[in-house]
């Protein structure tokens, strides 16, 4: 069976006109299999792309709920929108909202992490798993979300810089978790005393994770029905809201509902982050 690896090279060339700020992204994407040959991927550019440029691989389009949908893309921003933007994104305020980077999440779903395990594919060794990089990010997760937040001004951290220095979320006004579904207690700790997260994604702080710094791998603790089938989230948190809301992906009814120290929202946006300008716009607002 032949690998395909997706490489994705993105050069970002940033640029003022007008006093305002835009990017412009030009991507080289190649398909590299294990034994070093290198061939042309061509993308295609997306026609729903109102907000935002977007091309994607052919190979990443799905269907969700009757409709076609990048499950990957590389965005940008498009010039004749720069007064949209202003009021969407943070380019030149002092102060950013910051957002949690979930790669600890793409870890537990990558291959013989703890998926493989709940599936019965592998035993307790898949309980231990490597720490993945940014660039194995997908829906599971929110690639979207990360590209989208980054292009728009956001400031942000991996999961792991937030672990080793929570109380870097002091600095920040507003605090924006993503599918983080995989966090260690000492996040969870930071996360959950600060007074204004914006819980982007339902599922959010489910599972108790261990973290190993030197041989950079994460191991499974609490939560998803481990170690006992009857456990759901891991932290026993009040908050917690993945039934019915992580499975409601078409977000035709959004809305963001307050809780103690923040809001939540009430579907899953992966699909719908790089569409909908009134959702970003909240986003900015709360």
């Given at each position: ?47 729903s792309g ?22 990957k893309a ?50 307790e060794q ?161």
């Open positions: 069976m032949k690998i395909i690896k997706i490489i994705v090279t993105s050069v970002i060339i940033i640029g003022i006109i007008a006093s305002t700020l835009f990017f412009i992204f030009e991507s080289d994407f190649t398909q590299e299999s294990i034994n070093g040959e290198n061939e042309k991927v061509e993308l295609i550019e997306w026609s109102e907000l935002f440029s977007i091309l994607v691989d052919p190979n990443d389009l799905i269907l969700v709920e009757g409709k076609t949908v990048p499950l590389t965005f940008g921003l498009k010039k004749e929108l720069n007064q949209t933007y202003k009021k969407i994104g943070f380019f030149d305020e002092e102060k950013k909202p910051l957002f949690i980077i979930p790669t600890f999440t793409a870890s537990a779903y990558s291959k013989n992490g703890f998926y493989d395990f709940y599936k019965g594919n592998c035993s898949c309980l231990t798993t490597k720490i993945v990089t940014e660039n194995k990010l997908d829906y599971s997760s929110s690639a979207n979300s990360v590209k989208i937040l980054q292009l728009l001004g956001y400031d942000s951290i991996s999961d792991l810089e937030l672990h080793r220095n929570p109380s870097i979320l002091k600095n920040y006004g507003k605090i924006i978790i993503l599918h983080n579904e995989y966090v260690s207690k000492i996040m969870f700790d930071a996360i959950t005393s600060h007074k204004n997260v914006v819980f982007l994604y339902p599922n959010s702080m489910y599972v108790e994770i261990e973290l190993d710094e030197v041989n950079n791998k994460i191991t499974l603790i609490r939560g998803h029905g481990y170690p006992n089938s009857d456990i759901t989230n891991g932290f026993n948190w009040e908050n917690e809201n993945t039934n019915p809301y992580e499975f409601d992906s078409g977000c035709n009814n959004w809305e963001f509902y307050p809780i103690l120290n923040g809001h939540m929202l009430n579907c899953y946006p992966e699909q719908i982050i790089w569409q909908d300008e009134l959702l970003l716009k909240k986003l900015k607002e709360l």
